[in-house]
């Protein structure tokens, strides 16, 4: 990968990147903790949002086993753009303006442009893994449309092969979109940078710490997954993961 950078960097003039220390994710966690805490308010109202879109999005799936285990996973796909806002608040705070709700969704909205260029490729990948799901289903299902309890009681026995074919291929999308999406968003919104510039160094950040990065989506996973066990948690874990994006990007672009 590191090679492929390398040959993007004479297309691009990418932001330099650097290496960071292997306990960066516990640090940017607490740093992103104290952040959530300076402006609690419009980042629980982020956090409100995107739980109350999440669970709307699950009660609709929720009789339809590939929607309800897709959207999970198309959630961590899309999760990254709607913390867009919340970077909007941290990037207000540190030019030292007023922070509000209503002041990150303009600042916002006047960067919409590259966003939505993101959003639309970020759609289109989640638009793809669905219908990669729903085929999936149909080949190892026969077609039929089986209820999530007897899939997931399904797992361990005839069904394995599929659990093993579907979870494999849902990681590997996840890693790369989270490798695309790492730190380029909160760049858009610090930056003034196209789409493409800030994927591409986005790519080459989580090239060059791997390890780090590896444990940084893990943590991601753990806590999203905590957040949609408890429901109400999601409202503080988003925030939260969102303040602490930012301080990543800030530590892995100079």
């Known amino acids: 990968?590191?090679?492929?950078?390398?040959?993007?960097?004479?297309?691009?003039?990418?932001?330099?990147?650097?290496?960071?220390?292997?306990?960066?994710?516990?640090?940017?966690?607490?740093?992103?903790?104290?952040?959530?805490?300076?402006?609690?308010?419009?980042?629980?109202?982020?956090?409100?949002?995107?739980?109350?879109?999440?669970?709307?999005?699950?009660?609709?799936?929720?009789?339809?086993?590939?929607?309800?285990?897709?959207?999970?996973?198309?959630?961590?796909?899309?999760?990254?753009?709607?913390?867009?806002?919340?970077?909007e608040l941290?990037?207000?705070?540190?030019?030292?303006?007023?922070?509000?709700?209503?002041?990150?969704?303009?600042?916002?909205?006047?960067?919409?442009?590259?966003?939505?260029?993101?959003?639309?490729?970020?759609g289109m990948i989640a638009i793809a893994w669905e219908r990669f799901s729903a085929i999936l289903f149909a080949i190892f299902y026969g077609g039929q449309d089986v209820g999530l309890a007897s899939y997931i009681g399904s797992l361990t026995g005839e069904f394995l092969p599929f659990t093993i074919v579907w979870s494999l291929v849902g990681?590997?999308?996840?890693?790369?979109?989270?490798?695309?999406?790492?730190?380029?968003?909160?760049?858009?919104?610090?930056?003034?940078?196209?789409?493409?510039?800030?994927m591409m160094s986005s790519l080459r950040a989580t090239s060059e710490n791997r390890m780090v990065m590896i444990q940084w989506a893990a943590l991601i996973v753990l806590l999203t997954a905590i957040g949609f066990v408890t429901v109400v948690g999601l409202i503080v874990i988003f925030p939260l993961l969102g303040h602490a994006t930012w301080y990543a990007y800030k530590d892995l672009v100079e």
């Open 90 to 122: 941290t990037s207000e705070r540190e030019e030292g303006r007023p922070t509000s709700f209503v002041q990150s969704i303009r600042d916002l909205l006047a960067n919409m442009g590259q966003l939505g260029f993101l959003g639309l490729a970020l």
């Open 1 to 87: 990968m590191s090679v492929h950078m390398a040959v993007l960097d004479q297309h691009f003039t990418l932001p330099k990147t650097r290496k960071v220390a292997a306990n960066s994710p516990v640090l940017w966690l607490q740093k992103g903790w104290t952040d959530l805490w300076a402006h609690p308010g419009p980042s629980l109202m982020y956090g409100l949002l995107v739980t109350l879109a999440g669970a709307l999005v699950l009660s609709l799936a929720i009789n339809h086993t590939y929607l309800f285990t897709t959207s999970i996973t198309g959630f961590l796909l899309l999760a990254p753009l709607g913390a867009a806002g919340i970077y």
């Open 171 to 198: 990681f590997l999308l996840a890693f790369f979109v989270f490798g695309l999406t790492a730190i380029s968003i909160p760049m858009l919104a610090d930056r003034e940078v196209d789409s493409v510039t800030a």
